[in-house]
């Protein structure tokens, strides 16, 4: 016998309620086969532990562990220290609870249902390291795994024990309360592979989950992998013999390490974007929505957006001249689609001939910024986008009438002064 710990950097408990009915019908199903004639034991799969003192903490399985949990009880089996079996993330009570209501359709105390001849395979790891390299490989949970949920154990792993459970839960937040961990690191991988010192680095399409996995991994993961001191970057410049520094803290494109750093750096830029997405919400994002044929332009902006706002510091966020900064990002982050069809490929194009984000990551005053994206919208290179902008029709044209472009305004901060 085993007791059981669920991992304090282990995803909640995420099973849906179909997912939970399947595996009861199935465990009644193969229960009745028994009745009738010999059947081979119901393999469940193999679930992963450590050992951790007197406990073994369950690295891969708790789903599946959970839901026979929740099916015992509902035909009240009397199971061993079923008394010390806790729930101490807010989202895994919720499903929990929500998977018990489904269940109770199918399962009862008169449910019949063999645990005897339920079959499981463990493996016991040596350590932490040795453990995330068994999920990552042999992960048979039933959830897909996706790039985050592999990027979060590998770097919880290795922080203090006494820290683990609070950054768990702050990342839980981000993950599944607003979905902003998922959208942040896919805006922070985009801005670190658009880099000119990377060659542009090509990145998946958004819906590739696959690709995207992969990417994550190799970036968040394998290029994290040494385990260092929790590392911020800040600039400073010297003014009449007196040092002024600008506390930037974590820049999109640093190096880093293995652990708290890597974790504090996702947390840091989750906060930020928040902070973002709620300043440019009524002048610019209120308008995208309605806007068809754009993600690629999108994407491209919100990587300018994050570049800027990181190696400029937050305080800039408070700035007057933040919003028309953010108008004029837009502007260039989305010229092209005044034109033609824009693609993934155009997108990594364009920032190769252009470099706005170099440019972002590498200036020393804001002004530089500013003067570039107004040059650039040159009144010449303007004309020859959208000099047949009004013959325009679908896509093109949704973006052109959303935005009411015209050659008049073409120096104002965004497309149409009105905006």
Not at 83 to 97: A, D, G, R, V
Not at 246 to 265: C, D, H, M, T, W
């Amino acid at each position: 016998m085993f007791d059981l710990k669920v991992s304090d950097y282990q995803r909640p408990y995420l099973w849906d309620g179909e997912q939970a009915l399947n595996l009861a019908e199935n465990l009644k199903e193969f229960t009745q086969k028994l009745k009738i004639t010999f059947f081979p034991d119901y393999y469940l799969g193999t679930i992963i532990l450590v050992k951790k003192g007197d406990l073994y903490e369950i690295i891969d399985g708790q789903q599946r562990i959970i839901t026979l949990l929740i099916i015992a009880h509902l035909m009240k089996c009397k199971l061993a220290k079923n008394q010390e079996f806790k729930i101490y993330s807010k989202l895994s009570e919720e499903t929990l609870k929500k998977n018990s209501s489904y269940l109770k359709l199918v399962v009862s105390s008169e449910t019949s249902i063999d645990f005897d001849r339920v079959n499981l395979t463990y493996i016991i790891a040596e350590n932490d390291d040795q453990a995330f390299k068994f999920y990552t490989t042999l992960s048979t949970s039933g959830k897909r795994l996706s790039g985050i949920d592999i990027i979060k154990p590998f770097h919880l792993q290795a922080v203090k024990k006494s820290r683990q459970e609070k950054l768990a839960i702050e990342l839980e937040r981000y993950q599944f309360r607003n979905a902003h961990l998922d959208i942040v690191v896919k805006i922070l991988l985009r801005s670190r592979y658009l880099n000119g010192t990377r060659d542009y680095k090509e990145f998946p399409r958004q819906n590739y989950s696959d690709d995207w996995k992969t990417e994550l991994e190799l970036e968040f993961v394998k290029n994290a992998a040494k385990k260092g001191n929790d590392v911020k970057y800040l600039f400073g410049k010297e003014v009449d013999s007196n040092l002024q520094y600008q506390f930037s803290s974590y820049q999109v494109r640093q190096p880093l390490n293995k652990g708290e750093n890597a974790i504090q750096y996702f947390l840091y830029f989750c906060k930020l974007w928040e902070r973002i997405t709620l300043k440019i919400k009524d002048d610019i994002l209120t308008k995208v929505q309605y806007c068809d044929g754009i993600d690629f332009n999108y994407e491209y902006y919100q990587a300018a957006l994050i570049t800027y706002v990181s190696r400029f510091g937050e305080e800039c966020l408070d700035e007057d001249d933040f919003l028309n900064m953010a108008k004029l990002l837009f502007k260039v982050s989305f010229f092209s689609r005044l034109s033609k069809p824009v693609t993934k490929k155009s997108v990594h194009q364009t920032e190769k001939i252009i470099k706005l984000l170099d440019r972002i990551a590498f200036a020393y005053e804001k002004e530089e910024i500013k003067l570039y994206c107004e040059l650039y919208m040159d009144k010449r290179i303007f004309n020859d986008y959208i000099g047949n902008i009004y013959k325009h029709t679908g896509v093109i044209g949704n973006f052109t009438s959303n935005f009411n472009v015209n050659i008049e305004n073409r120096t104002n901060p965004f497309f149409n002064e009105s905006l």
